[in-house]
């Protein structure tokens, strides 16, 4: 439980253990995209990120996650709605039955300021954890299949100039010695 906006909010975190799986920091430079998406560096099939972005004038914009052979994982914010998204629609193998491509949306507002995203990835999960300015947090989970070789990182911009204002990222060490 947090107080949030002078509201008592039920929040979720990722647990604190999750430290000691952290390899070597890597941290990305501030980038701004327009009308495209622009690789950042990163790889890695199970990955911590956390990452400011600030909107800008796009439509849609955040980060591509497990991305490579034509596949992507897309996690996102839509200005024209105020909502956090989680697209796994080219995640990977998604043909097996017709409803497992989907994009899970929620509510968050921005007001132009910036979005903040912790981000846990592995080989078949996606956990996103998204806050505005105001201290509101909304998270969400979805399975995705993509191939072992989809491991990049990406930015993104629809319609529009974002800003990743900072990126921190580790590679995730196996919880099975």
Excluded at 5 to 33: H, M, W, Y
Excluded at 83 to 104: K, M
Excluded at 118 to 145: C, F, K, P
Aim: net charge negative.
């Amino acid at each position: 439980m947090r107080t949030v906006n002078g509201k008592t909010q039920l929040v979720q975190q990722s647990v604190g253990e999750l430290k000691v799986l952290r390899g070597t920091e890597t941290d990305v430079p501030a980038t701004t995209v327009t009308n495209t998406t622009t690789p950042l560096g990163v790889h890695g099939s199970t990955l911590e990120l956390k990452a400011d972005l600030t909107p800008g004038t796009a439509d849609r914009f955040g980060l591509d996650v497990r991305t490579g052979a034509g596949q992507r994982t897309r996690i996102g914010y839509d200005t024209t709605t105020g909502e956090v998204y989680l697209d796994r629609t080219a995640s990977g193998a998604t043909d097996f039955d017709p409803t497992f491509s989907s994009t899970e949306h929620a509510p968050l507002a921005l007001g132009g300021k910036p979005l903040r995203l912790h981000v846990l990835v592995d080989a078949s999960s996606v956990e996103v954890y998204a806050e505005n300015a105001r201290g509101e947090q909304v998270v969400l989970t979805d399975q995705i299949l993509p191939d072992p070789s989809s491991t990049g990182v990406d930015l993104f911009a629809d319609n529009g100039t974002a800003k990743l204002s900072s990126l921190k990222a580790w590679r995730l060490a196996s919880i099975w010695k």
